[in-house]
């Protein structure tokens, strides 16, 4: 890689920490103790900036993950694990995304990890997303290629698959795969993962959607967020960040 290209790469991950501490600072409160922790690249930083917070303010709190790799950050950086079952009422959820659209809805999913990731967003008095550029968009199917991740009990996905295909119009909805490993992806619940992409006209009413998927049986949880997030921190190419909040305000801060 250039030296242009490693400065451009080191700029977008700086925006990203920047994104990532901006929403711990607005949201992450010494009132909070409960904190549900998400997934992806941006929110590693996350976790680093409550550390920052120090071993007082953290002391007090317990983190719940959405998955292995929120556990492992969370275990790795010696704050307190805990788990939905014993706190099933959260102060604050951040997590990351792989699109949202102008209204703060999100399609998320694309770890396998949007069932538990759900369930936290929900149990969450305040739920915050946090991402890079490339997830900011004005509507949902423009950036995120793969589509809708649906999590499906492994007896019913051939089902499922043929009526998304001949239904609900998405005619390349896959099975989810595994990379290094023959056969589908599994979840932490045992379940398989179906991609189901849709044309953008799909997601002008991207609840009724949700609702209409979730309603098939066999289904299990559908990667769609709507209605959920509070506010939605970008980093940006350029080093800033954009802060999106649900009553439709855009507000930019500096690097």
């Known amino acids: 890689m250039s030296d242009s ?23 992450v409160k010494p009132e909070h ?55 099933p009422t959260i102060d604050v959820t951040i997590d990351g995304a792989d699109e949202v659209d102008k209204n703060l809805n999100c399609i998320k999913g694309g770890g396998a990890c949007h069932l538990r ?23 949902l199917g423009t950036n995120w290629a793969p589509g809708v991740p649906i999590e499906v009990v492994p007896f019913a996905y051939a089902r499922v698959l043929r009526q998304l295909k001949e239904t609900f119009g998405s005619p390349n909805a896959t099975l989810r795969m595994a990379v290094k490993k023959a056969g589908p992806v599994v979840t932490d619940n045992g379940n398989f993962v179906i991609d189901a ?27 769609l967020f709507c209605g959920m997030a509070k506010a939605a921190y970008f980093g940006n190419q350029d080093g800033t960040v954009t802060i999106r909040r649900e009553d439709g305000t855009t507000t930019q801060v500096n690097a």
Request: net charge negative; charged share 25%.
């Open 5 to 27: 290209g490693l400065a451009a790469l080191s700029l977008i991950e700086s925006s990203k920490r920047l994104a990532a501490y901006t929403a711990v600072d607005q949201h």
């Open 117 to 139: 990731e759900k369930v936290l967003a929900e149990a969450a008095k305040t739920f915050i997303v946090v991402a890079d550029f490339r997830k900011n968009g004005e509507s």
């Open 197 to 223: 992409p849709f044309d953008t006209e799909k997601f002008q009413d991207s609840a009724k959607l949700l609702a209409q998927i979730k309603l098939l049986t066999g289904v299990v949880e559908v990667g």
């Open 33 to 87: 103790t409960i904190i549900g922790i998400g997934s992806g690249s941006t929110v590693v930083y996350v976790v680093e900036r409550i550390v920052q917070q120090g071993v007082e303010a953290n002391k007090k709190r317990v983190f719940i993950p959405t998955g292995f790799q929120s556990k492992q950050l969370i275990v790795e950086a010696g704050l307190n694990l805990g788990d939905v079952d014993e706190y």
